[in-house]
């Protein structure tokens, strides 16, 4: 079947996995709904790139649980495997980064020693041991030969995770592992998705992609009386029991909670270009994802490489340390390190402003009472002296508000994604400014930054914060607004001190501007798409970083150079934050 919207295949067939019912206001409705009909697939077709390296967290430790649980592999012997691996672990997928080999022989042995745990306390309780499952449960509808409503004419609903059951299949097991610590809690719609595989749902041996399934029904010849479904936390250990009941329960959550998110996800219309645009199949014939051929001018990596996405965060954290972007960025590695001081104080006055600056109708901060110190501090739970500052901060701002003064016809988004596509390099180029608005017909896009110190004068805004270059680049490539000589790039610079606090304005019309904004962005975005190993740079950075734990080289830089004493002097985890702030 030949699809005119840039499609080719079938779309009778429909997965559903638990994420897909999971609540998203970012998602595009377009991505999911064609993510969720396998047999379809781009026009013209996305020829597949190999990434340099692994690019999924969790697939070196499914590997190693699979030695264990099914191979009966010793813990030790997996963990030397590991530490004699330099290219792809076993073999399979891409090499894998030193610190995320690290990372996964860590959670390995806080994985095994919270299963032991757990199947100890289960005994004590009258519950049967359970084991691993080889093959994953799935739930699939017989074939049909007319299509339904939503032109499908098969259902196949998955699992992920690592499963376990009772030798007599009484009892049915899902450990969901989360990077960090275990979630307390997850979404109804997707518990319900997930209970209603482990309590129908049948072992089913792992096929091609784009492959159809069998036409029959799967059939579950010892049903479970009892399913449970676990968390996590690789970094910790720390399990959460997130629900045990049995069939006619779980039967009851799937279609009270999961069947409307799928159907919502399945029938999605309307496009929202945001991070779905990395992964979506619909690119190629989305009329609403702007394109910007030559954004900075970069050049195409070689060899090619799969779509992705670039922030100005990544741009920042790459330049900072390529493993530091590699291992949190994209693994989402995280060792549960305390932020700095002045990141906290950063975040708790962005959240305060958004907040004010979301409600409707729009009203100017000048028009506010002056924040209280008590009340900073029980809003934001910093410590006395950090909310001290934070209260001047924001006294601060509301003589430098957007909003004052603002008319009530005027739009006022905040933190409003900006989304563009550089087709020669295949990258989806992703903007969060803190607040776009419109004054009489311009656009003005407003950065708000924290810091304990002045600007320096001897470097350019645009270099100093390259978030300010993008929005010149996405302003002069028409992402956002008509015309970039009507806009306005705005740095607001918040200090505690009265009077110290400036607003900066930046005219992405004129060409020094542009120009200086693509020479800014191509020199961080060039070393970025080009990297292929990700290897450690390290420095005062190395203090904040969340990946440290599992990084020799940043390790060892932390310990020859302790971190200086003073209320600011750690650096905070996210690149998209000043060092200051």
């Not at 996590?232 to 329960?249: K, N």
């Amino acid at each position: 079947m030949q699809n005119s919207s840039g499609f080719v295949g079938h779309d009778w067939l429909i997965r559903a996995s638990p994420r897909m019912a999971r609540p998203d206001p970012a998602a595009c409705p377009t991505h999911r709904r064609t993510a969720m009909r396998p047999l379809l697939v781009a026009e013209p077709a996305v020829p597949f790139h190999p990434t340099p390296r692994e690019e999924f967290g969790f697939g070196p430790l499914f590997t190693a649980l699979d030695l264990w649980e099914h191979d009966h592999w010793s813990v030790e012997r997996v963990r030397e495997e590991l530490r004699n691996t330099r290219s792809p672990f076993r073999g399979w997928g891409s090499p894998v980064h030193p610190a995320h080999l690290a990372w996964t022989a860590h959670a390995l042995e806080r994985y095994v020693a919270a299963r032991a745990r757990e199947q100890a306390s289960a005994t004590e309780a009258g519950l049967p041991p359970t084991s691993p499952v080889k093959q994953p449960w799935t739930w699939r509808t017989r074939r049909t030969v007319a299509p339904d409503a939503r032109g499908a004419r098969q259902y196949e609903h998955t699992l992920w995770g690592r499963m376990y059951a009772s030798d007599d299949g009484s009892v049915r097991d899902l450990w969901l592992p989360s990077l960090s610590r275990a979630k307390t809690g997850r979404p109804d719609a997707e518990l319900g998705a997930v209970v209603q595989v482990m309590a129908s749902g049948a072992p089913t041996p792992r096929r091609k992609a784009r492959s159809e399934p069998p036409s029959d029904a799967t059939i579950s010849t010892r049903p479970p009386g009892l399913v449970r479904v676990f968390d996590i936390g690789c970094a910790d250990g720390s399990v959460e029991r997130l629900l045990s009941e049995g069939p006619v329960e779980a039967r009851q959550r799937f279609e009270t909670h999961a069947v409307p998110a799928f159907l919502a996800a399945t029938t999605g219309t309307g496009t929202q270009p945001g991070e779905s645009c990395v992964d979506c199949k619909a690119t190629a014939g989305c009329a609403d994802l702007k394109r910007a051929p030559l954004l900075w001018g970069g050049r195409p990596p070689a060899p090619a490489r799969k779509r992705r996405s670039v922030s100005a965060w990544d741009l920042r954290l790459h330049a900072e340390c390529p493993a530091q972007y590699h291992l949190v960025r994209r693994l989402h590695l995280n060792d549960l390190s305390t932020e700095g001081r002045g990141a906290q104080r950063g975040r708790a006055v962005d959240a305060w402003l958004d907040a004010r600056h979301a409600e409707r109708p729009v009203q100017g901060c000048r028009d506010r009472a002056i924040p209280a110190l008590a009340a900073v501090r029980a809003r934001t739970g910093l410590d006395d002296a950090s909310a001290g500052e934070a209260a001047g901060m924001l006294a601060e701002h509301r003589l430098l508000c957007p909003l004052n003064g603002l008319g009530a016809d005027e739009q006022v988004l905040v933190q409003h994604r900006v989304t563009a596509y550089v087709p020669e390099l295949d990258v989806i180029v992703l903007a969060v400014p803190d607040l776009v608005y419109t004054h009489r017909g311009r656009w003005i896009w407003r950065e708000t930054k924290t810091s304990a110190r002045p600007l320096w004068e001897r470097r350019s805004l645009l270099s100093t914060y390259p978030q300010l270059a993008l929005g010149v680049l996405l302003f002069q490539a028409g992402a956002l607004g008509d015309d970039p000589r009507r806009s306005w790039v705005e740095l607001e610079h918040l200090r505690e001190g009265h009077g110290e606090s400036r607003l900066e304005r930046i005219d992405p019309g004129r060409a020094e501007i542009v120009d200086e904004a693509r020479a800014v962005i191509a020199e961080l975005a060039q070393p970025l798409l080009d990297d292929t190993t990700y290897e450690p740079r390290t420095g005062r950075h190395c203090h904040g970083c969340q990946a440290r734990t599992w990084c020799r080289p940043g390790t060892a830089y932390v310990t020859d150079h302790p971190r200086p004493e003073g209320p600011d002097a750690q650096t905070p985890t996210r690149g998209d934050v000043a060092a200051d702030d």
